[in-house]
């Protein structure tokens, strides 16, 4: 069987970067991205306010926007056990596109573009070229608004040999259409193959006050549900066990609660 190619980036530009300041620059698109009307001034005022934010506002912030707000695997990615983060530059062609709106997945995960970048380009182009002002699949949205591009820098991670896009997928197609060949990204790498196929990731805190909710409400086999639930969060999180202590007994004035989540972590 042939050997999968192995594919390399074009330059790393800084390696071990802290996950905290990838979530950091995450949280600065995002935030900069709410405003219709946006400045110089606005995107320096938001970068400066993000550097002031201790660690744990950070990730409370990205859990926020990446679990509630977008509903994106953001905060489960970034907050992976035994990754390492480097700032790198890469070729388009040996980027995967991981998805983006409804109408654009149905062409990115068809048989014929399965998520290459190059060729989702050339399908975009011919789209524009023929649609007219019709849109029947929508992508007319995709057209090249030939503006600067605040926050150029991608999020991507290594998965099976291959690098996927994490965020930034809009903003790389804008590149693609103005015929870059290269980006540089943030680019996650698992350290072990253990780290790939079963990662312990951050999980967040506001998992474990909605599981007490459900355990002060539910019946004998309900609350025996809520704990299993709990056991597997603390098991298979970084920060599963502090969040336990933190919500289950230090912070708990429900007796109830409190004795279960002492069992539970003795």
């Given amino acids: 069987m042939e050997d999968q190619k ?7 530009l800084a390696k071990n970067i802290p996950t905290v300041d990838v979530a950091r620059y995450y949280l600065e698109i995002e935030f900069f991205k709410l405003f219709k009307n946006r400045t110089q001034e606005m995107s320096d005022t938001i970068i400066k306010t993000m550097k002031e934010l201790s660690d744990s ?7 926020a926007i990446s679990f509630t707000y977008h509903l994106n695997g953001v905060f489960y990615n ?15 062609k040996d980027l995967i596109l991981t998805g983006m709106d409804s109408k654009a997945n149905k062409v990115i995960f ?6 290459d970048a190059i060729k989702f380009k050339k399908y975009l182009l011919h789209y524009f ?6 849109d ?22 290594e998965q099976n040999g291959k690098i996927h896009m994490l965020d930034g997928s809009h903003r790389l197609v804008e590149m693609l259409l103005a015929d870059k060949n290269e980006v540089t990204a ?3 790498h698992p350290d072990t193959e253990e780290a790939e196929n079963r990662p312990k990731n951050k999980i967040g805190k506001s998992i474990f006050i909605l599981l007490t909710i459900l355990f002060k409400k539910g019946n004998e086999e309900e609350r025996s549900a809520v704990l299993t639930v709990l056991k597997q969060l603390i098991n298979n999180s970084t920060d599963g066990h502090a969040n336990a202590v933190q919500y289950w007994i230090e912070r708990q004035l429900d007796k109830e609660i409190k004795e279960a989540g002492i069992d539970i972590l003795q």
């Fill in 6 to 12: 192995i594919i390399k980036p074009i330059k790393i």
């Fill in 186 to 188: 943030f680019v996650g």
């Fill in 136 to 157: 029947p699949e929508g992508l007319l949205s995709y057209k090249p608004s030939k503006k600067p591009i605040p926050f150029d820098k991608l999020l991507m991670k």
């Fill in 110 to 115: 068809s048989e014929r573009i399965n998520g």
């Fill in 57 to 63: 506002k950070i990730w409370e912030l990205l859990e």
């Fill in 129 to 134: 070229d023929k649609a007219g002002e019709e």
């Fill in 78 to 92: 970034i907050g992976r056990e035994n990754y390492t983060w480097n700032m790198e530059t890469w070729h388009v």
